[in-house]
């Protein structure tokens, strides 16, 4: 059964960085691009980056552009996010998952919280 864990969320200041992990069990990550995907309060989820098969990041939102960098290590069937100079805007729940998304991965999610 695949199965996605993301880790890594917290309580930071704005300014300040976090690095999530995204583990994939019964589902091997080589085959397919996966992106991280964020949910706020009372929005809908929407993309945050995206990185290919070939360990190419190729999206970017506007909003994380050049402070967010995804990355992937296929050996460790495991994605990363790491998230600088985050600002209050960026408090939400972080996702993993394919892309595009396979309903049936969606995790937990993990809570990621930017205040001072």
């Known amino acids: 059964q695949a199965q996605i864990v993301e880790s890594g969320g917290g309580l930071v200041q704005p300014g300040g960085s976090l690095r999530l992990s995204c583990a994939a069990t019964g589902f091997r990550i080589s085959i397919s691009a996966m992106g991280w995907y964020r949910q706020a309060p009372g929005k809908q989820r929407d993309p945050v980056a995206f990185i290919s098969t070939s360990d190419n990041p190729y999206y970017y939102s506007d909003s994380v552009k050049g402070r967010f960098t995804i990355s992937r290590d296929n050996a460790r069937n495991t994605v990363f996010l790491e998230m600088n100079d985050l600002q209050p805007d960026d408090t939400a729940v972080y996702y993993c998952?394919?892309?595009?998304?396979?309903?049936?991965?969606w995790g937990q999610g993990t809570q990621v919280t930017v205040s001072s």
């Open positions: 998952n394919s892309v595009p998304v396979q309903p049936a991965l």
